[in-house]
Antibody, heavy 122, light 107 residues
Framework: QVQLQESGPGLVKPSGTLSLTCAVSGGSISSSNWWSWIRQPPGKGLEWIGEIYHSGSTNYNPSLKSRVTISVDKSKNQFSLKLSSVTAADTAVYYC???????????????WGKGTTVTVSS | SSELTQDPAVSVALGQTVRITCQGDSLRSYYASWYQQKPGQAPVLVIYGKNNRPSGIPDRFSGSSSGNTASLTITGAQAEDEADYYCNSRDSSGNPLFGGGTKLTVL
C-alpha cells in the first residue's frame, strides 16, 4: 500500500516561498496515478492546489496558478510544491494525495499524507 | 456553476440513517467521491465511483447520484461516524473541486 509523507518548514515569512516535499513509499511515483497537493486553512474546508504526473505534466488551481509550481523527482520517488509570495491567507495544513484516474468521468484520491502545518508569519 | 454545494451541518440519532448531499452542475457528468475527516486527521476516502467502498470502509456507507446531486448515505450511523464529510468532483475546467464540507453530528 502506498504511503505519503509531507515534509518542509512549518514557518514561512510573508512574501517568501513555501516549499514542501511529499515522499512516496510502497509504490512508484511513475505509476499511472496523478500526485496532488491539497490544503486546508484553519477551521475551513479543503482546497485543491494542483497535481503532477510522473511525465511532468501539471494542472493547477487557477486561483493559485501564478504562484504555484509542482515538480517531480523520480530518482527520489517524491514530488514537491512551491508557493511563492505567501501571505497569512496561505496558512494551512498542506496534504499530498495520490489520485487514481479511472476515466475522464471518474477519479478519486485514495491515499493521503498525514498533512503538515505551515504558518505564514514574521 | 463550478461550485459543489453541501449543507454545512447535519445531525442524526445514533443508529438512524442520514443522507449527506452535494449539488453541482458537474455532477451531471462526473462521479463524485466522498471523504471523511475527523478532527486533527487527514481525510479518508469512503466512497468513489458509482458506489464503491475502499477496503476497510463499513458497508453502512453508500453513495448514489441523481441529476446534479450526489449523496452519501450512512445507514445505522455510529458514534464514530461523527466527522466532516467532503464531496469531490470536477469544476468546469476539469480540475478537482471540493464541496464546502458537511459536519455530521451523531446524537
Amino acid at each position: 500500500q502506498v504511503q505519503l509523507q509531507e515534509s518542509g518548514p512549518g514557518l514561512v515569512k510573508p512574501s517568501g516561498t513555501l516549499s514542501l516535499t511529499c515522499a512516496v513509499s510502497g509504490g512508484s511515483i511513475s505509476s499511472s496515478n496523478w500526485w496532488s497537493w491539497i490544503r486546508q486553512p484553519p477551521g475551513k474546508g479543503l482546497e485543491w492546489i494542483g497535481e503532477i504526473y510522473h511525465s511532468g505534466s501539471t494542472n493547477y488551481n487557477p486561483s493559485l496558478k501564478s504562484r504555484v509550481t509542482i515538480s517531480v523527482d523520480k530518482s527520489k520517488n517524491q514530488f514537491s510544491l512551491k508557493l511563492s509570495s505567501v501571505t497569512a491567507a496561505d496558512t494551512a495544513v498542506y496534504y499530498c494525495a495520490s489520485k487514481v484516474v479511472i476515466s475522464h468521468y471518474y477519479y478519486y484520491m485514495d491515499v493521503w499524507g498525514k498533512g503538515t502545518t505551515v504558518t505564514v508569519s514574521s | 456553476s463550478s461550485e459543489l454545494t453541501q449543507d454545512p451541518a447535519v445531525s442524526v440519532a445514533l443508529g438512524q440513517t442520514v443522507r449527506i448531499t452535494c449539488q453541482g452542475d458537474s455532477l451531471r457528468s462526473y462521479y463524485a467521491s466522498w471523504y471523511q475527516q475527523k478532527p486533527g486527521q487527514a481525510p479518508v476516502l469512503v466512497i468513489y465511483g458509482k458506489n464503491n467502498r475502499p477496503s476497510g470502509i463499513p458497508d453502512r456507507f453508500s453513495g448514489s447520484s441523481s441529476g446534479n446531486t450526489a449523496s452519501l448515505t450512512i445507514t445505522g450511523a455510529q458514534a464514530e461516524d461523527e466527522a466532516d464529510y467532503y464531496c469531490n468532483s470536477r469544476d468546469s475546467s476539469g480540475n478537482p473541486l471540493f464541496g464546502g464540507g458537511t459536519k455530521l453530528t451523531v446524537l
